[in-house]
């Protein structure tokens, strides 16, 4: 099993930055997808950011150039940059866990508040 702890949510006005991270413990593959999904209430969870374990990154449209994505040390770590936040980033951010033998994981979520 793995266990997903999220830091780093909070409440920021718009153009402002937060920095989320997200710890892994457990049953650790190297070989894995983590990264960040999102989701405001009535609406249907979403990809921010992913990042593999050999490094290939895919961001929401909405995010590119302002999100980065990057993975900690021995890959249990995973970190969100987040640059000129606006209010329509809010959400609920959960941490995302991937390898394909032992399946899927999920944070307990952060909430990111930003506002105008």
């Known amino acids: 099993q793995v266990q997903l702890v999220e830091s780093g949510g909070g409440l920021v006005q718009a153009g402002g930055s937060l920095r989320l991270s997200c710890a892994a413990s457990g049953s650790i593959f190297g070989i894995n997808t983590m990264g960040w999904y999102r989701q405001a209430p009535g609406k249907q969870r979403d990809l921010v950011a992913i990042?593999?374990?050999?490094?290939?990154?895919n961001y929401a449209g909405s995010v590119k150039g302002r999100f980065t994505i990057s993975r900690g040390n021995a890959r249990k770590t995973v970190h969100l940059q987040m640059n000129s936040l606006r209010p329509e980033d809010t959400a609920v951010y959960y941490c995302?866990?991937?390898?394909?033998?032992?399946?899927?994981?999920w944070g307990q979520g952060t909430q990111v508040t930003v506002s105008s």
């Open positions: 990042i593999t374990s050999g490094g290939n990154t």
């Open positions: 995302y866990y991937l390898n394909s033998i032992i399946g899927t994981y």
